[in-house]
């Protein structure tokens, strides 16, 4: 599970534009991944947003006012103090004016002193967001390339409706595309999300994960060892590049990567209707659950009591969740499978490809150390339909997840408006 949030201290600029009613969204997802928030506005952004909504989702005081701040003796060093304990500041939305504050060292107020006082090595993120041809002012695109110049990380608004009601550049991206922003800083890269990791934004990706449960009696049940943890990584990351992600998962004791949507399932059974729900919206189908090929043909309803010295159960065999979606998937749905073999992989893992009508299928080798059930490492080997198949190296199933989405984004369509 990434926890690169967790803990980590983010000051949150936020300039005066309409876009600024999303930053509480902003902050939750920032609270709820671990990492702490201070909220720092410039004046005229309480016209947009409530400082008291934005505190009380950050649990502190939003700072607006130098001299509020600075009323205190203990606070009179209050700016300097926030530029040392950040691990980064974000503003978003920027407006032209802050754009210009900080693109020219100004120091007005709290957002544009702190912004100075940053340690210098300290990941900054900038989100320009206004309206009409604002964007494209010789002006401001004067001061953005100075940002870039400075070493802050620009990220362009997106086309769409504008507040004015003309349509351009300039909106704010959605909060989930700029926490990943926000992850993809921290963890060290300052480059943009490349063309790949764009086209998952807004996109609805469903990802079945860890062991089913298939009822023998009221205390017993059929399973396997499967941990969850690939599913899990996969939703995490997949939700990190802006999807809206729904996770179905069997019982396990991992926690919901933060903006996830989880739905609990215990059998077989239960994991085809909960994904039959999801079908018709999904973007893109991965099967990362270890289903229970059978189930026992009846469920008792009171304890199996032991007689006999042989006992044996019969079973029945249960739906295929996934084979289930390839049957039924539109052309621009996307059906990704996994299959865990132990001998000939690559030809087996091609035909259940086929099979299941999949466009790529990520094979596990039950064989080779490091990979497979409840391990937090996996080598996998990416086949898709026209045959290819390319074995990566040992690596984090948190990679492993990453390495699996940069493939699949070339089966989803171009990047959602
Ligand atoms: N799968 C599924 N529903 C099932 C069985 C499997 O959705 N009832 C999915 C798994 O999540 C995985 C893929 O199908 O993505 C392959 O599963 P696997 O168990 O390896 O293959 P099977 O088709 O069940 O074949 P076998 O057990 O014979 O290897």
Redesign the pocket.
Request: charged share 20%.
């Given at each position: 599970m990434s926890d690169i949030m967790l803990g980590k201290k983010i000051l949150l600029g936020v300039s005066g534009g309409i876009a600024a009613y999303k930053m509480p969204l902003l902050v939750r997802l920032f609270v709820k991944a671990g990492a702490e928030v201070q909220v720092i506005m410039t004046a005229r952004t309480k016209q947009f947003v409530t400082p008291d909504t934005l505190a009380v989702l950050s649990k502190r005081p939003v700072l607006t006012d130098v001299f509020g701040a600075f009323a205190q003796p203990s606070h009179w060093a209050e700016h300097i103090r926030l530029g040392e304990w950040a691990d980064m500041f974000l503003v978003a939305p920027a407006t032209a004016n802050t754009l210009a504050k900080l693109a020219h060292g100004f120091g007005d107020d709290m957002l544009s002193i702190v912004y100075l006082a940053l340690r210098p090595n300290k990941p900054r993120l900038v989100f320009p967001a206004m309206d009409g041809e604002m964007f494209t002012a010789a002006s401001v695109q004067r001061n953005i390339e100075q940002l870039v110049q400075d070493g802050c990380t620009v990220i362009p608004p997106e086309h769409g409706d504008l507040a004015s009601g003309l349509v351009g550049v300039g909106r704010l991206p959605e909060p989930e595309t700029i926490f990943a922003h926000a992850v993809k800083a921290l963890a060290g890269s300052t480059d943009a999300l490349d063309e790949d990791e764009q086209k998952y934004r807004g996109k609805h990706i469903v990802v079945?994960a860890g062991a089913t449960r298939e009822k023998i009696d009221p205390v017993r049940f059929i399973s396997n060892y499967s941990s969850g943890k690939m599913g899990f990584a996969l939703a995490e990351a997949a939700a990190q590049l802006g999807a809206t992600v729904t996770l179905i998962t069997g019982k396990t004791p991992l926690a919901t990567p933060p903006t996830v949507a989880r739905i609990n399932i215990e059998s077989?059974e239960e994991m085809l209707r909960a994904a039959e729900s999801e079908f018709a919206r999904a973007d893109m189908f991965i099967?990362?659950?270890?289903?229970a090929?059978y189930r026992p043909v009846e469920v008792q309803s009171e304890k199996l009591k032991k007689s006999d010295s042989e006992f044996s159960l019969r079973l029945i065999k249960?739906?295929?969740?996934?084979a289930a979606f390839g049957a039924q998937k539109k052309p621009h749905q996307v059906a990704i499978?996994?299959?865990?073999e132990t001998h000939n992989g690559i030809e087996n893992a091609k035909e259940?490809l086929l099979k299941?009508n999949l466009d790529m299928i990520v094979l596990n080798s039950a064989n080779e150390a490091g990979a497979g059930f409840d391990v937090e490492t996996n080598i996998i080997t990416i086949i898709t339909r026209d045959g290819f198949a390319e074995k990566f190296p040992l690596m984090h199933k948190r990679n492993a997840a990453k390495t699996i989405l940069k493939k699949a984004a070339a089966f989803l369509s171009a990047i959602a408006s």
């Open positions: 079945t077989a099967a990362a659950a270890a289903v090929d249960n739906p295929d969740i996934l499978g996994f299959a865990l259940k299941k």
